[in-house]
């Protein structure tokens, strides 16, 4: 921020973490809803939004921030995840994830430039509604490798690391009415099913 104060911009953009919400439940969540963050990365974007939104404050600069989710496109896909074997949870303990493809994203934080509103917040998910288990079950049809193994939650904390873990401890559905409404944002990339498709066609042999 001091760096950025000797030449003063006109707007910024910041990419946070949806992980700032923390555990909800598998709940849909807004923009509105107070963040709540369960781990250090999130705890630290929590704290930069709110010294970037005050600075935009002091200095006159509209600061847009962007919630962001799992980020992945055609080069960066979780599919080295599946050649390890890692094992998801049951499907009755499974948790809701979100995503976004990274050329939205990217169109996203251009929109936002563009559009966004001084010290607004903007979910940048797509529009899907799907938990981990299906997303890792598409990518394993699509890029034929073998589907992970399901344990119970009590299992998966035993044989996990602690990255992994702390992605599985939490679960909430992202709403991005704002972000299409607002910023006026078609997605190119609307589900992971379009994505996944894409990546397809640009390497079929990936898998």
């Not at 969540?29 to 369960?38: K, L, N, W």
């Not at 563009?114 to 890792?136: K, L, P, Q, V």
């Not at 049809?141 to 073998?146: D, G, I, M, N, Q």
Request: charged share 30%; proline share 7%.
């Amino acid at each position: 921020l001091h760096a950025l104060g000797r030449r003063k911009p006109g707007a910024l953009v910041y990419i946070s973490t949806s992980g700032v919400y923390g555990d909800c439940g598998g709940d849909w969540v807004s923009e509105t809803r107070p963040v709540a963050p369960v781990n250090g990365r999130a705890v630290r974007r929590v704290d930069a939004e709110r010294q970037l939104r005050t600075w935009g404050e002091t200095q006159g600069v509209q600061v847009t921030i962007l919630r962001a989710p799992g980020i992945y496109a055609a080069e960066r896909m979780p599919l080295e995840r599946l050649r390890r074997g890692l094992p998801l949870l049951r499907p009755e303990e499974d948790i809701y994830t979100n995503h976004i493809h990274a050329e939205d994203l990217g169109r996203a934080g251009v929109a936002a430039l563009e559009r966004g509103g001084g010290g607004r917040t903007y979910n940048a998910a797509d529009d899907s509604d799907i938990t981990m288990g299906s997303w890792f079950g598409k990518l394993a049809e699509a890029f034929a490798l073998p589907q992970p193994p399901r344990v119970s939650r009590a299992e998966a904390e035993k044989v996990l690391p602690p990255v992994q873990l702390s992605f599985m401890r939490e679960s909430r559905r992202l709403d991005n009415t704002r972000l299409k409404r607002e910023l006026r944002l078609r997605l190119r990339y609307p589900t992971v099913d379009s994505g996944i498709a894409a990546a397809l066609e640009k390497n079929p042999c990936s898998g």
